[in-house]
């Protein structure tokens, strides 16, 4: 099981910009799948961003539309962290922004199910204001 610590909600503006960082256990971190979703009040949980392992040193990397072109996932390797860019942030975009990852060092040639992600973050609140 892999330990994951979110960090970097916040409140902010609408145009504004934050970073969401998620530090992940283990030693193999540079083979996991990553990804990024969150919950709305009254919504189910959709997913963000995903930066997957799928091999040597290439990922995959995914977003939903709504997110596309303002928000970016990226990881480092040796801080055994990915980040989330957030820029441009709508109200619509208010959420508990959830960490998850996939450990198993499988790789990815297509999005991750949300049933792939066998760990999860405590998730960190990210409120944007019109």
């Known amino acids: 099981q892999v330990q994951l610590v979110e960090s970097g909600g916040g409140l902010v503006q609408a145009g504004g910009s934050l970073r969401l960082s998620c530090a992940a256990s283990g030693r193999t971190f540079s083979r996991y799948a990553m990804g990024w979703f969150r919950q709305a009040p009254g919504k189910e949980r959709e997913f963000v961003a995903t930066?997957?392992?799928?091999?040597?040193?290439?990922?995959?990397?995914y977003y939903a539309d709504s997110v596309k072109g303002r928000f970016t996932i990226s990881r480092d390797n040796v801080k055994n962290t990915v980040y989330l860019n957030m820029n441009s942030l709508k109200p619509e975009d208010t959420a508990v922004y959830y960490c998850?990852?996939?450990?198993?060092?499988?790789?990815?040639?297509?999005?991750?199910?949300?049933?792939?992600?066998?760990?999860w973050g405590q998730g960190t609140q990210v409120t944007v204001s019109s």
């Open positions: 998850a990852a996939d450990g198993s060092g499988k790789p990815y040639y297509t999005i991750p199910k949300s049933a792939d992600f066998g760990s």
């Open positions: 930066h997957s392992w799928r091999s040597a040193n290439t990922y995959y990397t």
